[in-house]
Nanobody
Framework: VQLQASGGGLVQPGGSVKLSCTDSGRTFTNRGVAWFRQAPGKEREFVAA????????RYADSVKGRFTISRDRAKNTAYLQMNNLAPADTAVYYCAATTHSWNVQYYNVHSYANWGQGTEVTVSS
């Protein structure tokens, strides 16, 4: 299982960026896919998750209304559209996927066995 995350960069406050995550080894079918982030000196925290089978979506309170997780089944790719970004959103963003099925503790880093390499998002003027 090899997850690849991409799309990070430098963005101004109030701006937008879209991250992508794909698994080159197998499909996301029946799995859970999530985005976490880790700011310097802080623990990795949950951002958003999607249950691939039925497009059930979950968000951290801090990003609700600003971030949108989505999928393209044909491309086997998950996305994180991030709008109205603030300096507090600066972090390395990681995509993660379960191995076989959705985990009810979708917000827990330990629920995901497969991780991408991380892509950095810096929000600064």
């Amino acid at each position: 299982v090899q997850l690849q995350a991409s799309g990070g960069g430098l963005v101004q406050p109030g701006g937008s960026v879209k991250l992508s995550c794909t698994d080159s080894g197998r499909t996301f079918t029946n799995r859970g896919v999530a985005w976490f982030r880790q700011a310097p000196g802080k623990e990795r925290e949950f951002v958003a998750a999607i249950r691939w089978s039925d497009n059930n979506l979950r968000y951290a309170d801090s990003v609700k209304g600003r971030f949108t997780i989505s999928r393209d089944r044909a491309k086997n790719t998950a996305y994180l559209q991030m709008n109205n970004l603030a300096p507090a959103d600066t972090a390395v963003y990681y995509c993660a996927a379960t191995t076989h099925s959705w985990n009810v503790q979708y917000y827990n880093v330990h629920s995901y066995a497969n991780w991408g390499q991380g892509t950095e998002v810096t929000v600064s003027s």
